[in-house]
């Protein structure tokens, strides 16, 4: 054979070798060579490459587009007889050929760490998994742009708002404070002729969206040059090139996705508004790391090293991502032990509900033995949220009981407790669904409290149809009505602490009517009861007011004994209607700077007053006027006309303080 065939030959065995591996995956090895290199011009072409001994060889790198292809192939058989020949050569070559086999590996090993680093495609999430066309600015909002949490807003009088240190919890029970203002202090792979294995079983979980790390013919060029290293005993050091390289490049895409190194302790130390934010962000990049960036980490380990060696797929793997994937779940763990405080209940809900969707995509991911400690610590992290979440709610419920502040509110208006309390619940409906899987007890009220004055008391098996969530929520309104009826006695006029009552349980009402979620779980039996007792607060309310007042508007008193004159005494008329308006403007001057903040019962308060003064006093007034108008100086007792009266009564409850003096419109 000329030794232009021989060229050829080669040339045709090495092409015709790559493409019949590319498309069925198998080792080298399995292949018959045509004609094998020569020793002697294996250890040339293996010498030729030494970096340590020649300027050329350290400048160039065989697996790169500045060398002919020729060369790679050529150098990759060289290295075959090579290996082939160990078990065959005298004792007095083998040095030789245990020489070469060493200079070759580490070329090898320096072109198997070029290819990873040189052909590495960015990683760039542009895709999130429920909108494709999100880019990474909005997968991963800044906290300028971010909506804030509804608890940052949880005492503002709204009904939109949207539905969330030490490593144990504490035992002391949260205050809530308030200041001033009532504010609460589909996939496919380019390689996938490379890969000898069969489809994964994640690889058809819809959520998962592979990408592709490194372009086919990097990758093809990867395994060829892994099954050698293997193949001499070079394992370790293939898989921990792997392993750095790799795991460099998931450390950069950790940047883009704005995860940072935080240690346990670093979390637990950062303030809860921070930590909002980050939650935020860890939800959306945690997605995508299981999602696409570990997943496809995944299957490269495949394309390159399945059918290498046993397992050695898995240790690159988690070579590569053993250590970030820690630092992605260290945060999530953190919060899961982190204090716990009511403000924090609805972003933990939040970090439940993410990890609780990405759970069967973690579980294919790390499917392997080695990869069991992610499963494990993922689920542990789960269930300390969902333990974390049901502590948080019971800490609530007694923070609610408990809440210690005595200064009554201007005006009877709504307590900032009440408003707190209520948006609360009001996002605790909204995460009915993960809620009443983690709430599965009811909580310790009657018997257990009997004979506790500080606890109220609820009869649980009125509830019994009633799911362990709803009963949480109809007890703590139980709690709220409770420490409001104590803030109550505070108030030094009775009359303002009925409407005090009145105006708190009102709001409760409208905001359980408000929310569809929130009144299915309280029930329209209860919502009865609240709507019952607001009504009766109001009827007291006029009773402790209007029935003094109404009092000097009655006929007994005013006959005199044996005078005539119609038996009316004059003088008793007089200060009847002296006495009358003098209650009537203090009654006017103090309750116009009450406050009832809902304008419907407002209006329907008001209109209530007038059905009762305004008649009783026309009737009086037409009685009695001319007694007084045919006296001296009628103005000073007879000082206004049903009109005043009506127009006065719409100054109540504005809120606005009224002169001293009321005016007379009818003059």
Known sequence: MSHSHRAEDKYFFAHTQRNFTQQNSLSFSHFLIMESLPLETAEKIILRWD????????????????????????????????????????VSSSDKVNSAIQIAMARLEDEFRNILISHTIPFDPSTSEDDP????????????????????????????????????????????????DGAASSVHSSVSSVNSVNSSSYRSTSSIREIDLIPSDA?????????????????????????????????????????EKLSIGDVQRLEWEQLENKIRRWIKAAKVCVRTLFASEKKLCEQIFDGVGTSIDDA??????????????????????????????????????????LMPDIDVVFDSKSSESIRVQAAEILSRLG?????????????????????PVPGG?????????????????????????????????????????????????????KTPLDVHLIWIIVILQFNLDGKSKHYRDASLAHLFIMNNVHYIVQKVRGSSELREMIGDDYLKKLTGKFRQAATRYQRETWVKVLYYLRDEGLH???????????????????????????????????LIPDSQLREELRISISEKLIPAYRS??????????????????????????????????????VSQHLRRRSE
């Open 51 to 90: 970096s340590t001994a020649s300027e050329d060889a350290r400048d160039k790198m065989i697996f790169s587009g500045g060398v002919d292809r020729d060369e790679a192939d050529l150098y990759l058989q060289a290295v075959d007889e090579i290996q082939r020949s160990l078990s065959s050569v005298s």
């Open 133 to 180: 066309s999100q880019t990474l600015p909005d997968l991963l909002p800044s906290s300028t742009s971010s909506p804030k949490h509804p608890l940052t807003n949880l005492e503002q009088d709204s009904t939109e708002t949207e539905p969330e240190t030490t490593n144990t919890t504490t035992t002391t029970t949260p205050l809530l404070r308030f200041n001033s």
């Open 219 to 259: 990758v093809y060029d990867l395994r060829c040059i892994a099954e050698r290293m293997l193949s001499s005993g070079y394992l370790r050091e293939c898989i921990q090139v792997y392993g750095s390289v790799r795991k460099s490049s998931v450390d950069a895409s950790f940047r883009k996705l704005h995860i």
């Open 316 to 357: 690159c793997f988690m070579e590569t991502v053993k250590g970030p994937a820690i630092q992605l779940f260290n945060f999530a763990e953190a919060i899961s032990i982190s204090r716990r405080s009511p403000e924090k209940l609805f972003k933990i809900l939040d970090l439940h509900d993410a990890l609780t969707d």
């Open 387 to 407: 333990e974390a979440a049901r502590g948080i709610l019971s800490e609530f419920e007694n923070a609610v009981l408990k809440e210690p502040s005595r200064v």
């Open 413 to 465: 208006t709504i307590h900032p407790l009440t408003r707190y309390v209520m948006n609360y619940i009001s996002l605790i409906s909204d995460y009915k669904v993960t809620l009443n899987e983690l709430i599965v007890s009811k909580p310790s009220t009657g018997s257990r409290y009997s004979g506790d004055v500080g606890i109220p008391d609820m009869d649980l098996s009125e509830y019994e149809e």
């Open 560 to 594: 005199a004994s044996g005078g005539f004159s119609s038996g009316v005494s004059k003088s008793a008329l007089r200060d009847r209607f002296k006495t009358f308006n003098s209650m009537f403007e203090e009654v006017h001057r103090t309750q116009a700077v009450w």
């Open 620 to 657: 009086f007034l037409g009685r009695f006027r001319s007694y007084i108008e045919s006296g001296r100086h009628p103005e000073n007792y007879i000082k206004y006309s049903v009109e005043d009266l009506e127009y006065a009564v719409l100054d109540f409850f504005e809120g606005i303080p």
